[in-house]
């Protein structure tokens, strides 16, 4: 649904081509994907989840649930570059009954090294395009308020502060924003 045949061409030089592709994610990159959440959560929530619960919710996101996901129709984008998946977005219908939102992010992640780059706003945009094309025209992601990089990321997207909550991680409670878009 509008994610198949999105292939970019970057040109790093006259001799080399990397393929930068967004599709749906299938059972076959589900190893890929683990990775890279693991990859993904340990750099942005270290030294905001306590270490021991952050290394329980990466150890419950293993391959296998991954597949499992994927399997069972998850809405689960991948932007891969080159043969390496550099990030994937997880997303669907709002989950928060207090919100009017329609759709929502629940994580749109990248590997350390391709941030900043703007693989981050092709994923997010492939994500919004894909919800719209379902008929869930607004919506909203939820990030940890610690968690500067993503408070910015969904501001710079043009999205708006609409509620806060907390989440406990272990003996720890976090605060979380909700940013939300039309």
């Known amino acids: 649904m509008g ?7 970057c040109f790093y030089s006259v001799m080399s081509t990397t393929l930068i592709e967004i599709r749906r994610a299938k059972t076959s990159d589900a190893v ?11 750099t942005a929530y270290q030294g905001i989840i306590p270490g021991n ?7 419950r996101r293993g391959p296998d649930w991954w597949d499992s996901a994927i399997r069972k129709g998850s809405r689960i984008t991948i932007l891969q570059f080159g043969d390496k998946v550099a990030g994937y977005a997880n997303y669907g219908r709002n989950r ?16 350390p090294e391709f941030q900043g780059l703007g693989f981050g706003r092709r994923l997010f945009s ?44 272990g003996a720890k409670t976090l605060d979380k924003v909700a940013y939300a878009w039309q």
């Open 32 to 42: 890929d994907v683990a990775a890279t959440h693991d990859e993904a959560w340990r």
């Open 3 to 9: 994610l198949e045949g999105r292939r970019v061409r």
């Open 126 to 169: 492939a994500a919004r395009k894909d919800l719209v094309q379902s008929g869930l025209k607004s919506l909203v992601v939820w990030a940890l308020s610690d968690n500067e990089p993503a408070v910015e990321f969904y501001r710079a997207l043009g999205g708006r502060a609409v509620a806060r909550s907390s989440e406990r991680f």
């Open 53 to 59: 619960e952050l290394g329980k919710l990466i150890n």
């Open 96 to 111: 928060a009954r207090s919100l009017f939102y329609d759709g929502e992010v629940y994580e749109l992640y990248l590997r």
